[in-house]
């Protein structure tokens, strides 16, 4: 956080409020015992959306070449205008999109995956490598926040 400014006794602060922290589970009216919470932002808090816009913000610096990337809360789009079948900087932005979550202790959720082809050229029908060599599905629509 140092990087964005952020120093002394504010950095002193949001880290004594991110330390030591546990939390337990509610089912009815029964509670589990208290775990510590090793990583993530404590959500319903008033500071929430500022940390995770911190903690995500450098994902932009995997993105090559003639590749973007779009997010939304915790949802990232990937993309790439291309011309041709030259998908070469779409492989390295995915390959150092999956490096950047490993860092960070998350995993990509290739359950939620999919590849969608615009143009005369699609590649309807066929299978899309992702990084990590886990295959993931064409789809000719993909829902976006509800939205078809």
């Not at 002193?12 to 090793?38: A, C, E, H, M």
């Amino acid at each position: 956080m140092n990087c964005y400014g952020i120093k002394y006794e504010l950095l002193n602060w949001i880290t004594n409020f991110l330390t030591d922290r546990s939390q337990s589970v509610r089912i009815g009216n029964s509670y589990s015992n208290y775990v510590p919470v090793k990583s993530g932002i404590p959500q319903g808090t008033v500071l929430a959306p500022t940390l995770f816009l911190l903690f995500i913000n450098d994902v932009v610096s995997c993105i090559e070449g003639s590749c973007r990337i779009k997010l939304f809360t915790d949802d990232s789009k990937l993309y790439q205008t291309r011309d041709g079948n030259n998908n070469a900087d779409l492989k390295i932005s995915l390959k150092k999109f999956s490096d950047w979550k490993a860092y960070c202790q998350q995993k990509i959720a290739f359950k939620k995956c999919s590849h969608l082809s615009f143009g005369s050229k699609s590649l309807t029908g066929h299978s899309y490598s992702f990084c990590l060599d886990t295959p993931i599905t064409t789809v000719n629509c993909i829902e976006d926040i509800d939205i078809t």
